[in-house]
């Protein structure tokens, strides 16, 4: 391969990477939001349980519960989102280095 081709593969390899280290720098973060939400609605709907009056069961259940469970299912949606982004930069990573890889051998033979 030539060095050029090389060393141009090797720059896009390392933006490939950078680009992955910022979402999984990102899904980290929306990870402990989505544990403290999920820990919130539980909390949330043990207190609902736990109590008898319905004027106050609706006043939780609409200034606390619904919100967090929104909050919670869009934190999943956009987990699930990163999740797929990091495994399209991992595959570019993967075959960047494949193509490296190969050349290099056909260079050593």
Known sequence: ME???Q????E?????VRQKMEIDQEYEMVKSEL????YKYGITKQVIQSTINEKII???KTIYQKPFEERFNELKQYIMELEE???VFQM???KIEKVSEASER???E
């Open 12 to 16: 896009w390899k390392e933006e490939m």
């Open 85 to 87: 982004k990091r495994k």
């Open 3 to 5: 060095m050029y081709v």
């Open 35 to 38: 544990q403290l939400y999920s």
């Open 7 to 10: 060393n141009s593969l090797l």
């Open 58 to 60: 609706s006043n939780i």
């Open 92 to 94: 570019f990573v993967d």
């Open 106 to 108: 056909e260079t050593v």
